[in-house]
C-alpha cells in the first residue's frame, strides 16, 4: 500500500507541476546532491527569436537563405525551427516543401527543397564538415548560430537568441543553499553555455553535447559519489534520464523521454525541481 503522506504528498506536487511517476524516486529525491539541468526551454524561456541573417552566397539574397531555411525548419520540432519559421512569416516568405527530413542527433536537420540537399547545422557540425565559421558569424555571447550548408558550402548563417527564465534565478539559489550542486548540459555552443552559466550562478556547464554523452556525465559524477537528478526533453535522452538517480522529462519534451523518466516536470520550470526536494525531504521526515 502507498503511506498516505506519500499519496498526498504526490497530490500536492501534481498542484505544483509535478508528476511522480515512479514513487521511490520520489522519496529518493532528499538524496539529490548534483541537478544537471538541460538549457533550452528549462533554465531558458525556449522561444528563440532571429536576431540576424545573412546569406554569404553570391547570387543569393538574405531573405533567399531565409526562406529555403525556413522551408526545411517547418519539419524539425526544434525551438531553432520555431523561430526561424516565424521570422520567414513576419518577413511574408512563401516555403517551399521539404522531402528527406532528417535530425543530425544533437547537430542540425537536413532536407531537400527543390531537389537540392541542405544541411542546418551547429558551429561543431560545420567545423566536422571541413567548413570554416566566416568571421562575422559571431557577435554576441548570447547568440545561438546555425548554419546552411549545401553540398558542403556554405550558403549563410542564422543568430537567434533565447532568454533566460525568470523562475531559474530562485531555483539554483534554493538548490545552491541546500548544498546541492547544479550543472547544466546543453548541445548549443559554448559561448551561449558560458553566458548562460555565469549570469545563473552555476557550479559548472558542459557545451555541445550529444544526447548519448550525457548518460556517461551522469554516470562519471555517480562514480564520484553525486546522486544525480537531471532533466531531458528529447528522445535521445531516454538514456540518460534512466541512468539518473531522478530522471526528470520535461513537459514540452517526447514521450520517449517521459516514459524513462521517474517524474514529469510539466511546466518545464526549474523551480518546481527545488519544490521537489522540498517535498521529498518533507515527506519523508513526516514518514519517520
Ligand atoms: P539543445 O536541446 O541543448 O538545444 P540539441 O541536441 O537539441 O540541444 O541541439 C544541439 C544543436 O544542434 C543546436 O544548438 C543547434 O546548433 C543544432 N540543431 C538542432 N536542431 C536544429 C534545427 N532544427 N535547426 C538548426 N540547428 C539545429
Ligand atoms: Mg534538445
Redesign the pocket.
Known amino acids: 500500500a502507498i503511506p498516505l503522506v506519500v499519496a498526498i504528498s504526490t497530490a500536492v506536487s501534481a498542484k505544483n507541476g509535478l508528476l511522480v511517476r515512479n514513487r521511490t524516486a520520489f522519496e529518493n529525491s532528499r538524496k539529490i546532491t548534483t541537478v544537471i539541468f ?4 528549462t533554465l531558458t524561456k525556449g522561444e528563440f527569436g532571429v536576431t540576424r541573417f545573412k546569406s554569404t552566397q553570391d547570387g543569393m539574397s538574405d531573405d533567399e537563405l531565409l526562406q529555403v531555411a525556413a522551408s526545411i ?1 517547418n519539419n ?6 520555431a523561430g ?1 519559421v516565424n521570422k520567414s512569416k513576419s518577413g511574408n516568405l512563401e516555403l517551399d516543401e521539404a522531402e528527406n527530413f532528417k ?7 537536413q532536407a531537400s527543397v527543390n531537389g537540392k540537399e541542405y544541411k ?6 560545420l567545423s566536422e564538415l571541413g567548413i570554416d565559421q566566416p568571421e562575422d558569424a559571431f557577435k554576441s555571447d548570447d547568440e ?3 548554419f546552411v550548408v549545401s553540398e558542403d558550402k556554405l550558403l549563410g548563417y542564422i543568430a537567434l537568441a533565447d532568454e533566460i527564465r525568470e523562475d531559474s534565478f530562485e531555483a539554483i539559489k534554493t538548490l545552491k543553499n541546500r548544498g546541492i550542486k547544479v550543472l547544466m ?5 559554448e559561448k551561449v553555455a558560458r553566458a548562460v552559466s555565469e549570469t545563473l550562478g552555476l557550479d559548472d556547464y558542459y557545451a ?4 548519448e554523452d550525457k548518460q556517461q556525465i551522469i554516470k562519471d559524477l555517480q562514480e564520484k559519489g553525486e546522486f544525480v537528478a537531471m532533466t531531458g ?2 528522445v ?1 535522452d531516454a538514456p540518460a534520464l534512466a541512468q539518473a538517480n531522478v530522471g526528470i522529462a520535461v513537459g514540452s519534451g517526447t514521450d520517449v523521454a517521459a516514459e524513462t523518466a521517474d517524474i514529469l516536470l510539466v511546466n518545464s520550470n526549474p523551480k518546481d525541481i527545488s519544490n521537489l526536494i522540498l517535498f521529498g525531504t518533507a515527506t519523508y521526515k513526516k514518514m519517520m
Do not use: Y
Not at 38 to 41: A, E, I, R, S
Open positions: 538541460d538549457k533550452t526551454g525548419e524539425s520540432e526544434h525551438p531553432i525551427a526561424i535530425n543530425i542527433t544533437g547537430k542540425g536537420i542546418i547545422v551547429s558551429p561543431g557540425m545561438t548560430v546555425v548540459a546543453t548541445g548549443d555552443n555541445e553535447v550529444l544526447p526533453d528529447g535521445n
